[in-house]
C-alpha cells in the first residue's frame, strides 16, 4: 500500500516538445506529492510539490496534475529543453511531508534537439 | 551555505565485509535521512534520525544501521556485505524532517564484490 507507481521507465521527447509522466498511488493517506529532478552524478532536487487539495500547479514550464479521486498525478513539461534531458522521480508522503518519502522508479527523460 | 557533503563518494568492498558512510548535513539541518538508490528499486527510504534518534524507518534488514551525532552528522554502517548492497546510497538533509524542505547529498556509490 506504500508504493508510488511512475511510468514510463523512459522518455524520448523532441525539444519544444511536451514530456509527460504518470504516477499513481495506493495509500490514500498519501497527502503531499513532490516531483524531484536527478542529473547523473547528483542527488535528486526538489522541483514542484502538489497537495491533494489542488487538482494543478504550475512553477514555469512544470506543471503537476493531479486527480484524487483516481489516485493520479502526472508531471507535464512544457516546451521541452536538452537541459531537461535527466531522471525525474514522483514521490508521495503522509502528514503534511513529515512522514517518510515513498519514491516512484524513475523515469529517464531524454530531449533530443 | 555549503550543500550536503557525503563521504567516501566511491567505495568497493567484497561480501562478507562491513562499510560505514558518512554525512554532513547542511548547517542547522537537525533531521537527516537516508536512501538507497539502485536501478531496480529506484529510491529506497532505509531511516531518519533527528536530533541523535531515529524518528522513521524503512523495510530493510538489521544489517543495515545508522547514528547521528550531536553535531547532526550521520553515518550509516553496512554489515556483512552481500552483492545485492550495491547501490548509491543518497544522504538528505532538512530543518525538520518535511520533504519540502529536503536537500540530498551527491551519494556515496557503493560496489560489493
Known amino acids: 500500500q506504500q508504493q508510488v507507481k511512475q511510468s514510463p521507465q523512459s522518455l524520448i521527447v523532441q525539444k519544444g516538445g511536451i514530456s509527460i509522466i504518470n504516477c499513481a498511488y495506493e495509500n490514500t493517506a498519501f497527502d503531499y506529492f513532490p516531483w524531484y529532478q536527478q542529473f547523473p552524478g547528483k542527488g535528486p532536487a526538489l522541483l514542484i510539490a502538489?497537495?491533494?487539495?489542488?487538482s494543478e500547479k504550475k512553477e514555469g514550464r512544470f506543471t503537476i496534475s493531479f486527480n484524487k479521486s483516481a489516485k493520479q498525478f502526472s508531471l507535464h513539461i512544457m516546451d521541452s529543453q536538452p537541459g531537461d534531458s535527466a531522471t525525474y522521480f514522483c514521490?508521495?508522503?503522509?502528514?503534511?511531508?513529515?512522514?517518510?518519502?515513498?519514491f516512484g522508479t524513475g523515469t529517464k527523460l531524454q530531449v533530443i534537439p | 551555505k555549503a550543500g550536503v557533503t557525503q563521504t567516501p563518494r566511491y567505495l568497493i568492498k567484497t561480501r562478507g565485509q562491513q562499510v560505514t558512510l558518512s554525512c554532513s548535513p547542511i548547517s542547522g539541518h537537525r533531521s537527516v535521512s537516508w536512501y538507497q538508490q539502485t536501478p531496480g528499486q529506484g529510491l529506497q527510504f532505509l531511516f531518519e534520525?533527528?536530533?541523535?534518534?531515529?524518528?522513521n524507518k524503512g523495510n530493510f534488514p538489521g544489517r543495515f544501521s545508522g547514528r547521528q551525532f550531536s553535531n547532526s552528522r550521520s553515518e550509516m554502517n553496512v554489515s556483512t556485505l552481500e552483492l545485492g548492497d550495491s547501490a548509491l546510497y543518497l544522504c538528505?538533509?532538512?530543518?525538520?524532517?518535511?520533504?519540502?524542505?529536503?536537500?540530498f547529498g551527491p551519494g556515496t556509490r557503493l560496489t560489493v564484490l
Open positions: 538528505a538533509s532538512s530543518v525538520s524532517g518535511r520533504a519540502l524542505e529536503q536537500f
Open positions: 502538489i497537495r491533494p487539495d489542488v
Open positions: 534520525y533527528f536530533s541523535e534518534t531515529q524518528r
Open positions: 514521490a508521495a508522503s503522509a502528514v503534511g511531508g513529515y512522514q517518510k518519502v515513498t
